[in-house]
């Protein structure tokens, strides 16, 4: 049952490069998110979606764009890399019902040079 | 401004004593907590969570406590064990958010042998 999986695990970029984040869930969860991890700021959401073929923006949501085409896949796109980007990167999956917890990947660690 | 504060970055206890892990919070719209564990290289861990409607959840080591009127939870862990050593994080809900979170920043937490 792998759960949440994460691809890559590591990447380096150079200011200015694209590039795509893939998350992949196997439990059918209608729910997907992407967060982003900095020291000292703790999680903070990017995008999210209800669903598929939908998406809506989270807190931090500027240089960054989703998309969910299948209900077991949630992308994160980077248009052109600032080093700002710099960061670990965790996608989360919930199911349609309240008061279910979040799953999370490993994580996707992001260097902008 | 924080909605959710871990104000200790860090606790150290002795194996077999009891952890005691503290979250503040600031939106009396937050209906739903949860408690999750990170371990390093590894993303969030769902550990235990509390509706707004109880005030305490016990699931074998861990216990959380909800004091409403303080605005405040805490989660005690047991005995406590070196396996427990990780980082720590509060997560809160608003009601009718799309079951956004809000974090806090995490409490890093030793057990030592």
């Known amino acids: 049952n792998a759960g949440v999986t994460q691809t890559p695990k590591f990447r380096v970029l150079k200011t200015g490069q694209s590039m795509t984040l893939l998350c992949a869930q196997d439990?059918?969860?209608?729910?997907m998110y992407w967060y982003r991890q900095d020291p000292g700021m703790g999680l903070r959401l990017i995008h999210y979606?209800?669903?598929?073929?939908?998406?809506a923006k989270g807190e931090v949501p500027d240089g960054y764009n989703v998309s969910r085409l299948k209900k077991q896949n949630f992308l994160l796109g980077l248009e052109s890399a600032a080093p700002s980007q710099t960061s670990v990167y965790f996608c989360a999956s919930s199911p349609t019902f309240s008061n279910q917890p979040q799953h999370f990947g490993d994580g996707t660690r992001l260097s902008i040079l | 401004d924080q909605q959710v504060k871990q104000n200790s970055p860090s606790l150290s206890v002795q194996e077999g004593r009891i952890s005691i892990l503290n979250c503040d919070y600031t939106n009396s719209m937050f209906d739903y907590f949860l408690w999750y564990k990170k371990y390093p290289a590894e993303g969030p861990t769902f550990l235990i969570s509390?509706?707004?409607i109880k005030d305490k959840n016990e699931d074998g080591r861990f216990t959380v406590f909800l004091n409403k009127s303080a605005k405040h939870l805490s989660l005690h862990i047991v005995p406590s064990q070196p396996g427990d050593s990780a980082v720590y994080f509060c997560a809160a809900r608003a009601a009718g958010n799309n079951r956004k979170l809000i974090w806090g920043l995490g409490t890093s937490l030793a057990v030592n042998p």
């Open positions: 509390i509706s707004s």
């Open positions: 439990m059918n969860h209608e729910y």
């Open positions: 979606s209800v669903g598929e073929g939908t998406t």
